[in-house]
Every structure is written in C-alpha cells, then in structure tokens.
C-alpha cells in the first residue's frame, strides 16, 4: 500500500525544559514524516507571554538539533505557513475569532474567576461534573453592550453545539467518541484579550497543513474541542495520534530523582544523541529492530501503528546500554570531541588519537576518562584497594624483575612480559593482574600493551619502583 506523505509538527512552549517525555513526542512526529517523506513543522507555542522566555526557546531549539531532529518548516528555516511563533499569529487568530463569532459559534463572557469557581463548586457537590453553566449564554446584545461601557473586558466562549456525538480515530488508541453535552462551553480568547491554547493550537495545525498531529495523552480531551472548532471554522481537520505518556520505573509520574532529567542535563552528563534517540523509538514503540540504527536509519523502523496504548516505563539500564552502543558507533573523531576538555593533558596529534582509540570501549560518559588520562600523563596514579592487594601477592621481586627486563624489550610488550613470565615463573592472570595494578593503579581498565606504549619508559619504571616497595611493606 503506498504510505500517505504526513505533515507532522512538535509545538513546544517555550517555558521550560525539554525532558525525555517531550523529546520522544517530537521523534516520533519526525520519525512519521520522514517515514512516509513528508514534512515536518516546528511550531512555538510562545502565547503566555508571562512564561515563555527567548533563551529557554533557544535552548530548546538547540537540544532538537543536537538529537538531530532538523525541521523542514519552523523557526530560522522558514516556509510557506509563517510567521512560526505563536506570538507573531495575532492577525490570523482574529480572523478566525471574527469568523466564528459571524456564525454566532461564540459569545462574550463576563464571569469572575470567583463566580466560575463557585459554579464549579456546586456542580461538583451536586454530583455533576463540572462544565460551564453557559451564564453568559443568552446576554442581549443591550446587556454586553452595558457591561463593556461599565469597563468590564469578556472573554470569548465557543458555543459548543448541542447532543452532538464527536468521533474520531485516534492513530495511536483507536476509535474515539465523545459526547458534546459533556464539554462546557469553552474559552478561545481571555480577557486579555490573548487565545487559549485550543483555538491558536487547532487553528495552527489546519493553517499549516498539519496531517498528523502527535501528541501527549494528556491533551487527548483537547481534541473533540478542537475538532469542533475546526469543524465550525470550516477548516480541514488533521488527523491527531496521541502517545502514553512516559513514567517513572515505579509506576508514578516521572521526578527528578527516577527519568525526569531534562535534556540539558542528560548532555551535560555526557550522554550521546544517538544513545537518546535508539533508546526514545524503542519507548513504548516496537521498533522490530534490536542493534543501533543511525539517525538515517530511524525512519526505516518507525511505525506508528506499533506504538503501545499503555504508559511506557523510563528504565536506566536500557539507556546506559544505548550509550554504550552510541560510543562504540562513534567515530574517532567525534569520541575527541565529545571527551573535550577531559583530553587536555595529552598533546593533540597522535598521542591523543592513540589513547582515544585505546580507552573508547571503557569510556560511558566523558568524566569517566579522568582517571585514564591521569595513567598515561600523571606522574603518579592512586591505587585501588583490589590493586594494591594483588601488589602484595605479587611481591617485591617479581617488580625488580619487571623493572630489571623492561629496557630489554625496547619497548615490545609481548616480549618484555615473555621475559617477565620466564625469569617469574608467572604467567596468565597471575602475570598481568599485579603488572596492570602497578602501572595503571587498577585491576581492570582497557587493553594494557597499548596504555603502556602511552605511558612511555619513565613512567613505567617509576611506578614499578613504587609497587616494589608497596610489595615489600
Ligand atoms: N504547546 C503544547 C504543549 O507543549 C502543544 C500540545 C500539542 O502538541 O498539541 O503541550
């Protein structure tokens, strides 16, 4: 069959960070385009003036980027449906409540918030769910008219039409249906005279051309508003996918302590954008496909009819294993990178690609090269309690021999740790394990000839002497 090419968006507000949660919503809306080559919008949802801050948007920007979710139509690319900041829409969101109130879809309402919390007081006690009493409903054009000459500012209600069923498919849980009686009248535009989000959202995704709006579960009793706005609006209708939400391994929403961190702190912590990436379209998403998969590749294993209906659990381990993988599928190049500032001991050049190729397979997160970098550059190491055991067992002699055979070998491990073996009597994990302690003040770390090589003769035979006398304590 072929596959209908989706226009899909991700709308972030810029009024806070970015988190895991939000970051798989705007994959798999870039998966679904680029799976069936169509086109992704980036959209800011930036009308609560008092929240949305310019370098939260641009770090949010930034950080999609950085996962290498690159927008065909948004903010700094541009394209046909601008201005792409909801800030920057006011003409078109007029146009669209002048339109609505023509058809008599809409109506001013004065109520205090005062006045609406005790409706919904009542309701509540009187066992009803609470919805809008449609107090304003049927002012006379006399009565708005006096109200607004007294200095009172409404806001826009829609008229949400009566014993109306609304049904949809939802592309994620199925069909949908809700009943209009049990949506109150609700506000498109506040007295302020700014829009809710359900008008500038809905108007938006129809404006733009938005086939395929995903999008958190949270906002699923959003859609029968939007849709009957649209509907009135005589706007076509995108189709909406709604995605479980991600929760904390125990079951409870996600918190700073279990899978909450946003995503600048997973980059400060050094986690890569493909870790992040195998690890979110595998998250309540059966991706069909268990090795890595290159951002390139993504696309090929998405399908959203194989997203689960049920919440999707954080579990660190499965991202600790996608880092592992991402550091492994890295390039020499982006490993330097990537380890930055940690790598500043060693010269650039050759010494520095040799030990970044040595230490890459023992590496997770960039601040744990430290210590491998203080074996090769420090002139000395702290020693483990597990090493400085195997030193002891070793014993003095078996290091004076080390020392004594190394200048031999000129600088061959294989034939400097035979000599060692022959003139010891050691050999297999009882040769290398006291070797390694000494030289590198550890009982496991990466491949020892080469980390040797690194630390060049003086080194070598200095921390020898030191296990010598350790041994013969
Ligand atoms: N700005 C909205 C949010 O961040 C977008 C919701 C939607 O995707 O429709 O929740």
């Not at 390139?296 to 194989?306: K, Y």
Request: charged letters at 20%; hydrophobic letters at 40%.
């Amino acid at each position: 069959m072929p596959v209908t090419a989706q226009i899909t968006r991700f709308a972030p507000s810029p009024t806070g960070a970015l988190h895991l949660g939000n970051a798989r919503t705007a994959l798999f809306s870039w998966l679904a385009a680029r799976a069936s080559g169509g086109r992704f919008v980036l959209r800011v949802e930036d009308t609560d003036a008092g929240r949305s801050q310019d370098a939260l948007l641009e770090r949010q920007l930034d950080e999609l980027r950085w996962l290498g979710i690159t927008w065909d139509e948004g903010p700094g690319v541009g394209g046909p449906h601008g201005p792409y900041r909801q800030s920057e829409r006011s003409a078109v969101y007029a146009e669209a409540l002048t339109k609505l109130e023509a058809n008599a879809h809409t109506y001013p309402c004065f109520c205090s918030p005062e006045e609406l919390q005790l409706s919904r007081k009542t309701q509540l006690a009187a066992g009803r769910p609470p919805r809008y009493a449609r107090t304003c409903a049927g002012l006379s054009q006399a009565e708005v008219q006096r109200r607004i000459d007294s200095g009172k500012a409404p806001a826009i209600r829609f008229r949400v039409p009566d014993h109306r069923t609304v049904e949809f498919v939802d592309r994620v849980h199925g069909p949908q249906r809700f009943q209009s009686d049990d949506i109150g009248d609700f506000v498109i535009r506040r007295a302020d005279g700014s829009v809710s989000f359900f008008l500038g959202n809905a108007v938006d995704d129809s404006a733009m051309g938005i086939t395929l709006v995903l999008r958190g579960d949270d906002h699923l009793a959003n859609t029968p508003r939007q849709l009957l706005l649209l509907e009135a609006l005589g706007m076509p209708l995108p189709e909406y996918g709604h995605l479980p939400l991600v929760l904390a391994p125990s079951g409870t929403p996600l918190s700073k302590r279990e899978g909450a961190a946003s995503l600048t702190d997973l980059r400060a912590q050094g986690f890569l954008p493909g870790a992040i990436c195998n690890y979110l379209v595998r998250l309540g998403h059966a991706c069909g496909h268990d090795g890595w998969l290159a951002m390139d590749q993504l696309a090929s294993h998405f399908d959203l009819g194989r997203t689960s209906h049920s919440a999707a659990r954080f579990d660190d381990a499965q991202l600790r294993h996608w880092q592992r993988e991402a550091v492994t599928h890295s390039t020499a190049a982006q490993i330097e990178q990537w380890l930055g500032a940690h790598l500043e001991a060693l010269p650039v050049g050759k010494e520095r690609s040799e030990f970044v190729a040595v230490v890459k397979g023992n590496v997770l997160f960039p601040a744990e090269v430290d210590e491998l970098v203080a074996v090769v550059a420090n002139d000395s190491v702290s020693v483990s309690a597990e090493a400085a055991a195997q030193i002891t067992e070793a014993g003095p002699e078996f290091f004076a021999s080390a020392g004594r055979l190394h200048g031999a070998s000129a600088g061959d491990f294989k034939a400097w740790t035979r000599a060692i073996a022959e003139a010891t009597g050691r050999k297999g994990a009882k040769l290398f394990m006291p070797l390694r302690s000494a030289l590198t003040g550890a009982t496991h770390g990466p491949e020892l000839a080469p980390l040797v090589g690194l630390m060049g003769t003086a080194r070598v035979l200095c921390r020898l002497e030191r296990a010598q006398a350790l041994a013969g304590k």
